[in-house]
Each structure stands twice: as structure tokens, then as C-alpha cells.
């Protein structure tokens, strides 16, 4: 019952634009650090984003700096990362994770998503 489920993904151009949505579904993410993660074709799982319960502290890859923003609204239940000037690089399986405190891991990790494809090919 306790699940987390990622929409919004899709195909976009290089340059393009996707939010994600990241909802809590049997719990409340009130008390929760939320990360999204994602995994491209044949590569490891990688952190892309973290965001404290609050809201007030947010951390970001490098490689996403300037480009992403992870945002929350906890009267929703809802986390939401805005993807903007979207690359190649950047196509893979988004997923997002709840982990209580501190912020999610690959190996540490209380929930996550079943994950969204995002597509970013002309």
C-alpha cells in the first residue's frame, strides 16, 4: 500500500522542457527527505536531486546545475522535479525515493518509485 509513483516523463527535443511528479500513495512525504535518481541504458543508478522535508535545503549533480529544479508541495503530496534545456545525455528511467532525515542512496533508501522514461532524442 505504502508506494511512490513518478509521471511526466516522455520524448522532448534537445532543449526541451519535462516536469516530473513524484506522489506518495498510503503515506505522508511530510516527514521525508525526497531524491530523484535515474538510470540511463546501461549505466549505474545516479543521483540527480535532493530535497529536505522542509523544502529549505536542496542539493543538485553537477550535471544538472542551472537546468533542473526539484520542488515540493507537501499539502499535495507531491514532489516535482522541472527538467529545462533537456540533452541526449540526459534519457533515462527517472525515479524518485523517500528516505527519512537525510537524503536518499542507491543502498539506503526507505521507498521508491517504479520509475517514468524520459526521451531526449530530435
Not at 535515474?38 to 549505466?43: I, L
Not at 540526459?90 to 525515479?95: G, H, K, L, R
Given at each position: 500500500q505504502l508506494q511512490l509513483v513518478?509521471?511526466?516523463g516522455g520524448l522532448v527535443q534537445p532543449g526541451g522542457s519535462l516536469r516530473l511528479s513524484c506522489a506518495?500513495?498510503?503515506?505522508?512525504?511530510n516527514y521525508y527527505t525526497i531524491g530523484w535518481f535515474?538510470?540511463?541504458?546501461?549505466?549505474e543508478l545516479e543521483g540527480v536531486s535532493c530535497i529536505s522535508s522542509s523544502g529549505d535545503s536542496i542539493n543538485y549533480a553537477d550535471s544538472v546545475k542551472g537546468r533542473f529544479t526539484i520542488s515540493r508541495d507537501n499539502a499535495k503530496n507531491t514532489v516535482y522535479l522541472q527538467m529545462n534545456s533537456l540533452k541526449?545525455?540526459?534519457?533515462?528511467?527517472?525515479?524518485c525515493a523517500a528516505r527519512?532525515?537525510?537524503?536518499?542512496t542507491?543502498?539506503?533508501?526507505?521507498?521508491?518509485?517504479q520509475g517514468t522514461q524520459v526521451t531526449v532524442s530530435s
Open positions: 513518478e509521471s511526466g506518495a500513495s498510503g503515506f505522508t512525504l535515474r538510470r540511463a541504458p546501461g549505466k541526449p545525455e540526459d534519457t533515462a528511467v527517472y525515479y527519512s532525515i537525510r537524503c536518499p542507491v543502498v539506503a533508501t526507505n521507498y521508491w518509485g
